[in-house]
Every structure is written in structure tokens, then in C-alpha cells.
């Protein structure tokens, strides 16, 4: 068995254009600090915006998209807490997003020790009660190519605003992550929101053998 584990922070929003991106901010893994981006169009076109042709590979091996690009992804993010803000600039994609306060799901994801957050059988036991708190969110199920992945989530903050444009065309306001992505099983919380995750992936394992 392979793993790779990730650690870092995942941006879901929607927008009033229809368009509803998911950003993910990584500061540890295989390789490094990097960014990528996975959007859903109004008309349910998915596109991955990858920094290098490595992490394309990998993630394009794990979700389902009809586009890929290969383009510089950065994501500047100023000091945490309420009114921190999240800039994310790409070629394609211009995404301006300020941050609120932890709501009560965050002080418990907050209370839960990192080390058990973050490991696979918690993920697993946490799994049934994701998807009925959230509609649409997952924390452990089976990705392409029959990968198992676990998102161990240590901390939530709502997202306020959002600004910027895809292609060069506005995306409105900010709005629900509604219908749900169609990356992979699980789709970021329906509230616009950023989650501190550890996100890991399994390799040559079965989804009834998978090994903690």
C-alpha cells in the first residue's frame, strides 16, 4: 500500500454566476507547498487547475474533470481569525475571499486532538455523521482508480465575501456551494467555508481492506 498525506486547507464556495470553485492551499506533503484548483461551471463543466504536470497527474488520477490546465496557482493567505483573507491568482482564475468566525461545527472539529482528527479510522467513524449533518460532504469513501481517501478536518471558518473572475468573465457574488461538486464522492460544505484538513490517500487497497 501507498499513502500520501496532505496537510493543509481546502476553500469551497459557490458564486452567483453559477461557477462554484474548490481551492486547496497545501503547506505539507509529497511535494511540498503548492495550490491547486477544481472548478464547476454553471453548466457542470469541471476543470482542475494544476501548478506542475506532477500534481495534474496525481489529481486528475483521483477526481473526474473534462479539462485540465497546467498554470501557476498561488494562494496568498493574510493572518487567520475573522476578516483574514484568501488570495488566489492563476492564468484563468481570480478569486479574492475573506474569511469570518469558526461557527460551532469548527469549536468542535477544534476539540477533537490533531492526531486522532486526522487519522483514517476516525475518518471512517465520522464518515455517516458528515453526511447527514452536510449534505453532499464526505470524510472517507473511494476515489478513481481505487483509491481510498480520508479527510481529516481540524478546523472550519465561514467565508464572507468572494470576488473575481474565471476566463476573464465576472462570478458575482458570494453564494452556496449549490448542486453540490461533481469532483469526486464528497463535495465541500454547502456553506461557503475554508476547512483545515489533513487530506490522505490510499493506494492499492481495497475499500474493505484498507489499513489504518
Not at 63 to 69: C, G, P, Q, S, V
Not at 73 to 84: D, F, K, L, N, Q
Not at 113 to 120: E, Q, V, Y
Not at 134 to 149: K, L, P, Q, S
Amino acid at each position: 500500500m501507498s499513502r500520501s498525506r496532505f496537510s493543509g486547507a481546502i476553500a469551497g464556495v459557490g458564486s452567483t454566476s453559477g461557477v462554484r470553485v474548490v481551492v486547496g492551499r497545501w503547506d505539507d506533503g509529497p511535494w511540498g507547498r503548492f495550490a491547486d484548483v477544481m472548478v464547476e461551471t454553471a453548466e457542470g463543466h469541471r476543470v482542475l487547475l494544476a501548478p506542475t504536470e506532477q500534481v495534474r497527474r496525481f489529481v486528475a488520477a483521483t477526481y473526474t474533470f473534462d479539462e485540465e490546465r497546467v498554470e501557476p496557482v498561488s494562494v496568498t493567505a493574510s493572518e487567520r481569525g475573522p476578516g483574514s483573507t484568501w488570495q488566489v491568482r492563476s492564468p484563468s482564475l481570480r478569486l479574492d475571499l475573506t474569511v469570518g468566525r469558526r461557527p460551532a461545527l469548527g469549536v468542535l472539529l477544534r476539540a477533537v486532538p490533531r492526531r486522532l482528527a486526522t487519522s483514517p479510522a476516525w475518518c471512517r467513524v465520522t464518515d455517516p455523521v458528515a453526511r447527514v449533518v452536510m449534505d453532499g460532504v464526505r470524510t472517507a469513501g473511494t476515489a478513481r482508480e481505487g483509491r481510498r481517501e480520508y479527510y481529516g478536518a481540524t478546523d472550519l471558518r465561514r467565508v464572507v465575501s468572494l470576488q473575481g473572475d474565471l476566463d476573464g468573465v465576472d462570478l458575482g457574488t458570494l453564494a452556496d456551494v449549490d448542486p453540490p461538486c461533481r469532483f469526486g464522492f464528497s463535495s465541500s460544505p454547502r456553506t461557503p467555508s475554508v476547512t483545515a484538513v489533513v487530506t490522505t490517500v490510499d493506494e492499492g487497497t481495497e475499500e474493505t481492506g484498507a489499513q489504518v
